[in-house]
C-alpha cells in the first residue's frame, strides 16, 4: 500500500479494534489479534524480520481459539 493509504488502513483498523473491544472480552475474542497486529506491523512499515507469520498449524480466529473451538462442532 502507498504511505497515505497504508496509514488510513492501520488508523481505520485501531478504530474498528477500539470499538470491538468496548463491546467486551466475548467480541474481542472473534478478532484474529495475532493477524490484525501482523496487518498494522505492515502498515506500520515495521520490517518484515520482526513480524512472526502465522503457523499454518494454528486454528485460526481469537487468542483463545474459539472461533476454531465453535467450528469443530460445526
Known amino acids: 500500500l502507498a504511505g497515505g493509504e497504508a496509514q488510513r488502513e492501520a ?10 473491544k468496548s463491546l467486551g472480552p466475548q467480541a474481542l475474542a472473534a ?3 495475532a493477524a490484525a497486529a ?3 506491523g505492515r502498515a506500520f512499515g515495521v520490517p518484515g524480520e520482526l513480524i ?3 503457523n499454518p498449524l494454528d486454528p485460526p480466529g481469537g487468542m ?3 472461533y476454531a473451538n465453535e ?4
Request: hydrophobic letters at 45%; proline letters at 0%; glycine letters at 4%.
Open 31 to 33: 478478532v484474529d489479534q
Open 64 to 66: 483463545d481459539g474459539e
Open 52 to 54: 512472526i507469520e502465522r
Open 11 to 20: 488508523q481505520n483498523i485501531i478504530l474498528w479494534l477500539d470499538a470491538v
Open 38 to 40: 501482523r496487518r498494522l
Open 71 to 74: 467450528n469443530i462442532n460445526a
